[in-house]
């Protein structure tokens, strides 16, 4: 356990409707990054937080993507009208800036499966 | 374009040691990190080298030379605990987002 939750472990959904995941990272980390993973490939990077702001977004990231860290603390991400090629994992993980290294901490991952 | 390169699969036996090589093409670099990922399992952390050398800890050691992309992480006295996927990752920027090889998939055999 790397201290980073994410809620929920699972998701199965129909394609067009919408899911919305969380994460909570360790407390005082001001860094947070979404990635997601599919089979057989490395963690691709979505976006990225410090504290409250979003500062940075995929160009892979489609408008249907959206996400938040309202109090700079827990984050979530929304998928709205889900398609199948959104079914992957995703890996919420945070770290803290202005520290030696970059090691990031990460979320047992929601493994989302769009029908 | 950003990329990086790692060999697909490597098998060892146990107590030896493996060297997982990577290269990388990035517009931006910080450092390289290694991360190791068990079935269904989240990736966890295992080093990361900024400045050319060796770093070791414990069994693993992570190397890095910047002038020639590249990097490597070597395992040695293998245990089958160690039978996992490696990933090696860059940082490019100050966001520290990092930007993930397609992985390494180690077996370890009795």
């Known amino acids: 356990d790397t201290g980073v939750s994410q809620d929920p472990r699972h998701k199965i959904t129909k394609r067009g409707q919408n899911v919305t995941f969380r994460c909570d990272p360790i407390s005082e980390h001001n860094r947070l990054y979404w990635y997601r993973q599919t089979l057989g490939q490395g963690p691709e990077f979505l976006t990225y937080?410090?504290?409250?702001?979003?500062?940075?977004k995929s160009r892979l990231l489609s408008d249907r993507f959206s996400a938040e860290r309202p109090k700079g603390s827990f984050s979530t991400l929304e998928i709205q009208r889900t398609e199948q090629g959104d079914s992957a994992m995703y890996l919420c993980a945070s770290s803290r800036s202005n520290v030696q290294g970059n090691e990031q901490f990460f979320g047992p991952g929601t493994r989302l499966t769009v029908l | 374009g950003q990329s990086l390169e790692q060999p697909s699969e490597v098998t060892a036996v146990e107590g030896a040691i493996v060297q997982i090589n990577c290269t990388y093409q990035?517009?931006?670099?910080?450092?390289l990190s290694w991360y190791q990922q068990h079935d269904g399992g989240a990736p966890t952390f295992l080093s990361y080298n900024a400045l050319d050398g060796l770093e070791e800890t414990g069994r693993f050691s992570s190397f890095l030379s910047r002038s020639d992309s590249y990097g490597y992480l070597l395992l040695q006295e293998l245990q089958m605990k160690d039978s996992a996927s490696y990933f090696c990752a860059v940082d490019g920027s100050n966001t520290g987002k990092l930007i993930f090889g397609q992985g390494t998939t180690l077996q370890v055999k009795p």
């Open positions: 937080f410090q504290n409250e702001a979003q500062l940075e």
């Open positions: 990035t517009s931006g670099f910080y450092g």
